[in-house]
């Protein structure tokens, strides 16, 4: 045993399969532990390096074998694959990951801290509250076509809906569903202030989410999920490669020397990039009204690209710009914008 240097873990909800080896690649052990004979195993294991896979549980309990002493390292799902052998199971799966990390260029994740995880945790649930309330828009909408009502498009028409109703003779049951309807979009409305409350006070206190609303077009909601989930940077070797990670840079097709660039990857986390692209769409509608260097290198783009083309652009140099102010620990400058990498 002691001549284990790192353990593979394939993580489940409720057992572990750990694969251990030297610094060789012998196979010294192969061990299913449950959640509890887990923690107890690592606490008088000597120190290695422990690899799992990014995904739900590996960031808590990276942190938790970090405490032991041992060194703990994150792999993208989509880097272990490869590595996985013949048929598939969990004890493969656990080989596979020590298999990844022994790559001398393999990419890790960096784990993230609890208050980074509530963070991100809270913009899932007000993802989710804004799904929930467009889908009950929707279905109102729905219901009243059915009845020959149309109302006109737009969040606006709700508080209106009392006088809506008694406009048009519908069925006492429709009415009572529609009303029904409007208290939980109303309900859903509460929720969602509530939380643009709560991110707006841990946003005050969050250093980097100051600085990252320094960046034009970038608004609380964006800079805050930049905050929770681009962590300190360190884990992307240039500004490039944060852009890369989040699907805005173009794919490649090359070979034979030619260089055949395609459109963007989309790579990466949607959200993330959704909201840059909105960012980018919003500093874009009153460009007109902007100066600087970034105003005019957009200005420019817009003679010669489509619009659509330039959001994208834009985005990619947004996710940049928010790279590279993390990383540094500066805030945006406006004379920098154009050549920040």
């Given at each position: 045993m002691q001549d284990v240097t790192l353990v593979g873990i394939d993580l489940g909800k409720h057992t572990f399969h750990l694969h251990?080896?030297?610094?060789?690649?012998?196979?010294?052990?192969?061990?299913?532990?449950?959640?509890?004979?887990?923690?107890?195993?690592?606490?008088?294991?000597?120190?290695?390096?422990?690899?799992?896979?990014?995904?739900?549980?590996?960031?808590?309990?990276?942190?938790?074998?970090?405490?032991?002493?041992?060194?703990?390292k994150l792999i993208s799902p989509q880097f272990v694959r490869p590595f996985v052998k013949s048929n598939k199971n969990d004890f493969v799966d656990a080989e596979a990951i020590c298999e990844a990390a022994s790559r001398p260029a393999m990419r890790f994740v960096t784990p993230k801290t609890e208050s980074q995880q509530t963070l991100s945790a809270l913009h899932r649930v007000r993802e989710s509250y804004v799904r929930d309330r467009t889908k009950t828009i929707n279905q109102m909408h729905g219901f009243l076509l059915e009845f020959g009502v149309s109302l006109p498009v737009g969040k606006a028409t709700i508080t209106?809906?009392?006088?809506?109703?008694?406009?048009h003779a519908l069925p006492p049951r429709l009415v009572a569903i529609i009303e029904r309807l409007r208290d939980h979009?109303?309900?859903?409305?509460?929720?969602?202030?509530?939380?643009?409350?709560?991110?707006?006070?841990?946003?005050?206190?969050?250093?980097?989410?100051?600085?990252?609303?320094?960046?034009?077009?970038v608004g609380p909601i964006t800079a805050s999920v930049l905050s929770a989930e681009m962590g300190d940077g360190k884990q992307y070797g240039c500004s490039r490669d944060f852009a890369a990670s989040i699907g805005l840079v173009p794919r490649q097709y090359s070979t034979g020397g030619k260089t055949n660039l395609l459109g963007i990857s989309r790579r990466g986390d949607k959200n993330i990039r959704r909201l840059l692209v909105s960012c980018a769409r919003a500093y874009m509608r009153h460009v007109d009204k902007q100066s600087g260097r970034?105003?005019?290198?957009?200005?420019?783009?817009?003679?010669?690209?489509?619009?659509?083309?330039?959001?994208?652009?834009?985005?990619?140099?947004?996710?940049?710009?928010?790279?590279?102010?993390?990383?540094?620990?500066?805030?945006?400058?406006?004379?920098?914008?154009?050549?920040?990498?």
């Open positions: 251990g080896q030297d610094g060789k690649g012998k196979v010294i052990f192969r061990k299913k532990l449950g959640r509890k004979q887990l923690i107890e195993f690592f606490n008088t294991f000597h120190s290695c390096t422990v690899v799992m896979e990014a995904c739900a549980g590996s960031h808590h309990m990276a942190r938790k074998l970090t405490t032991f002493g041992h060194q703990v209106r809906l009392p006088a809506i109703l008694s406009e979009f109303q309900c859903l409305g509460e929720q969602i202030g509530e939380i643009d409350k709560e991110m707006a006070r841990q946003l005050a206190e969050d250093d980097l989410g100051q600085r990252l609303l320094t960046i034009p077009g970034l105003a005019e290198w957009v200005r420019a783009m817009l003679t010669r690209r489509h619009s659509n083309v330039v959001a994208c652009a834009l985005a990619n140099k947004l996710a940049r710009t928010a790279w590279a102010i993390t990383a540094r620990h500066t805030v945006f400058d406006p004379e920098l914008a154009r050549s920040m990498t």
